[in-house]
C-alpha cells in the first residue's frame, strides 16, 4: 500500500453498509476506482461511503461528500449520517452537529448508539425537483407503472425529493412479494427521471407503521435507506394515508419518522461500529487495525 492512507470505519445502520472515510487531513478525495474497488471485498463491501472533509466555517462541524457503492455521488444519506455523528461523539464527546452535503445542510443529535436523530431538512414535491424529465403537477402520483398495461402490478407511485430523487410505489400486499431486484435496475434509468432514482415499495399497515424496501441508485437492494423512509413518510401523509409521526421498517429494522409542523423530516435510529482501518483513497487498497 503506498504512503497516502486515511483513517476508515466500517459501520452499519440498521443493515446498511456504511465506510466512513476521514479526509479532513488529506487533499484528496476517494475514486471511483477506489470506492468499486472496496465493494469488490466481502470485508469493506458498502452501499455508501461518507467522505467527511474539513470544513471552513464554524457553524459547520464538517462537509461530507456521499459515494454509492458503483462510485457514483448522492446528496444524502440518513442511516451513514447517523453512522457520522456516533464517531464523531467519541471523538469529541459533543452531542450536536451540522454537516453540509450535496443535498444540503443536515443537522443532528446524539443521545445514545441507538436514538441518533437526524434533521434530514425540507422535502421538495415539485416535479422540476425532483427532478422529472415530464411536467407532472400532482407528484403525490405520476404516470408509471410495472408490468402489463392493462393489469399493472405497482402503478402511480409518489415522489419526492428528500437529498435525493425517490420513486415510492404503494404496495397492497406484503412488500416482499414483489421482484425488486428486477424492478429496481429497470425503473433507476427509467427515462422519466432527469438523475436517476431511488425505488421503494410501501405497504402502510396503519396510520402510524410503513413497512418498506428499497433499491437504492448506484447502490442496488439495501438493508435501509434513510432518506427513502424519509421519502415514504412524507408521501404517505400527502395521500392522507398516516399521520406525521410514522414508524418505518425497513428490512434491517425500524426508523422513526417525524414531519414536523415546520416542515422538517426527523429521522431517528441507530448506529453500530464494526471495526476500523486505513485506506489508500486514489486505489482502495486498505488494511485493518489489529489484523
Known sequence: ??????????????????????????????????????DKDARTKFDQIMEVH????????????????????????????????SWLNKATSKNAFTFKTAGGILTAQYENDALITVDMGVPKFGWEDIPL?????????????????????????????????????????????YELDRMGPLLEF??????????SIAN???HGHIILRTWERGAGITQ?????????????????????????????????????????ILMTGPAEYEFSGMLNPLTGEFSIDGA
Not at 445502520?13 to 479532513?24: F, M, T
Open 224 to 264: 435501509a435507506c434513510g432518506s427513502a423512509a424519509c421519502a415514504a413518510a412524507v408521501c404517505a401523509v400527502r395521500k392522507d394515508l398516516t399521520g406525521r409521526k410514522v414508524t418505518v421498517t425497513v428490512p434491517g429494522g425500524d426508523l422513526h419518522i417525524e414531519w414536523t409542523d415546520a416542515d422538517r
Open 190 to 199: 427509467h427515462p422519466v427521471f432527469a438523475d436517476r432514482v431511488n425505488i
Open 54 to 85: 474539513k470544513s471552513d466555517h464554524e457553524q459547520i462541524d464538517a462537509n461530507i461528500r456521499i459515494l454509492n457503492s458503483d462510485g457514483s455521488e448522492a446528496g444524502a444519506c440518513g442511516n451513514g449520517t447517523r453512522c457520522v455523528v
Open 204 to 206: 402502510v399497515v396503519d
Open 133 to 177: 424529465e415530464e411536467e407532472f403537477y400532482d407528484t403525490t402520483g405520476i404516470e408509471l407503472q410495472v408490468g402489463p398495461i392493462d393489469d399493472p402490478v405497482l402503478h402511480t407511485p409518489s415522489v419526492a425529493n428528500v437529498g435525493n430523487p425517490h420513486c415510492v410505489f404503494w404496495a397492497p400486499e406484503d412488500v416482499w412479494s
Open 1 to 38: 500500500m503506498s504512503e497516502m492512507t486515511v483513517p476508515f470505519l466500517k459501520m452499519n445502520g440498521l443493515g446498511n453498509q456504511i465506510i466512513v472515510a476521514d479526509v479532513r487531513e488529506v487533499a484528496a478525495k476517494i475514486t471511483e476506482q477506489a470506492a468499486v474497488a472496496l
